[in-house]
């Protein structure tokens, strides 16, 4: 079975210092792991994800994700966030015994960026 | 184009009664999946369809129903709601291979009172 622990459910942060959103993962089988963000009364918008290849990967506003198959980890950071970084971020693995139909999500992270 | 909608938004049922919460995708995605959210929780898969004519459970399915008569719909059926299903329901499609993320729909929020 799979699964994903988010350490920290809230993470407050002053705006423009940097920020790492932990996350482990278990899995008996090769996984996909993905990061969501949802931003308040909205749904989840897929963020990054990691696939194979280079383990650091990065978004399009300035997240980074990095890989780490030895501590089944795939945390994600930002040097420096912005007030409309504000939202709750979910870590997310698929595989598993229902193959890649299932995606299996951690309890969420909410951060919350202080001026 | 539209992604994934989802009807109603808000929901207040009482305990016992039966409702159905629609989800519709326009971009021909074969997978298809519902999720609820509750606080502390992350969110939970309920049903799932791999393809029109296909739906299997995922880990909290008792107390709904799905079926998948056509490749655009997927809705969810509260056979007889109870305040533990009170919820945010959100729907998810993706294109058949598990290296694509799940496209999202806005969610219905679900009070039984």
């Known amino acids: 079975a799979q699964s994903v622990t988010q350490l920290d459910s809230q993470v407050p942060v002053f705006e423009e210092a940097p920020v790492e959103l932990r996350c482990n993962y278990s899995?008996?089988?090769?996984?996909?792991l993905f990061w969501y963000v949802q931003y308040p009364n909205q749904g989840l918008q897929l963020l990054l994800k990691y696939l194979s290849g280079s383990t650091l990967v990065e978004s399009i506003n300035g997240f980074e994700a990095e890989f780490n198959k030895s501590q089944t980890s795939f945390h994600l950071r930002k040097p420096s966030v912005h007030i409309s970084d504000t939202a709750e971020y979910f870590c997310a693995v698929s595989g598993g015994r229902f193959g890649n139909e299932k995606l299996t999500f951690g309890t969420g992270t909410r951060l919350t960026i202080i001026p | 184009n539209a992604g994934v909608t989802q009807t109603p938004k808000f929901q207040v049922l009482k305990t016992g009664q039966s409702m159905t919460l629609q989800c519709a995708q326009d971009?021909?995605?074969?997978?298809m999946s519902w999720y609820r959210q509750d606080p502390g929780m992350g969110l939970r898969l309920i049903h799932y369809?791999?393809?029109?004519?296909?739906?299997d459970q995922g880990e909290v399915p008792n107390g709904y129903n799905v079926s998948r008569s056509t490749t655009e719909d997927f809705p969810l059926r509260l056979l007889s709601a109870a305040p533990s299903q009170t919820s945010v329901y959100f729907c998810a499609s993706r294109p058949g291979q598990g290296l694509y993320g799940y496209t999202f729909g806005s969610g219905t929020r679900l009070t039984v009172v």
């Open positions: 369809s791999v393809g029109a004519g296909i739906t």
């Open positions: 971009m021909n995605h074969e997978y």
């Open positions: 899995s008996s089988v090769s996984v996909y």
